[in-house]
């Protein structure tokens, strides 16, 4: 298993921005799509946003025109721009990807916290 290292997280003030990043430790071929999680205290672990190697995105309800997901596949590397940050944003934020199949060759990284206050 490959891990995976997410950074950028940090404390805002809600309607700001951050950009998360995410890197494999090693780079894996055949990778189809890289996801974004979070997972807010006390709440299970839930879906943000993907994008698939032929650069299709999808969002969360949660997150559509806020937040936008991007990267290169092929590196296993993804990003996530956030904007408009709400105090329910407030998270750690974990990446992770899969084959075509669904399969996932990755272990889940530590994730980045991201806190959205005034």
């Known amino acids: 298993q490959v891990q995976l290292v997410e950074s950028g997280g940090g404390l805002v003030q809600p309607g700001g921005s951050l950009r998360l990043s995410c890197a494999a430790s090693s780079i894996i071929s055949g990778i189809y799509t890289m996801h974004w999680y979070r997972q807010a205290p006390g709440k299970q672990r839930e879906w943000v946003a993907r994008?698939?190697?032929?650069?299709?995105?999808n969002y969360a309800d949660s997150v559509k025109g806020r937040f936008t997901v991007s990267g290169d596949i092929a590196k296993n590397t993804v990003f996530l721009q956030m904007g408009s940050l709400k105090p329910e944003d407030t998270a750690v934020y974990y990446c992770?990807?899969?084959?075509?199949?669904?399969?996932?060759?990755?272990?889940w990284g530590q994730g980045t916290q991201v806190t959205v206050s005034s």
């Open positions: 994008i698939t190697r032929d650069g299709s995105t």
């Open positions: 992770n990807g899969n084959y075509f199949n669904g399969v996932s060759p990755f272990d």
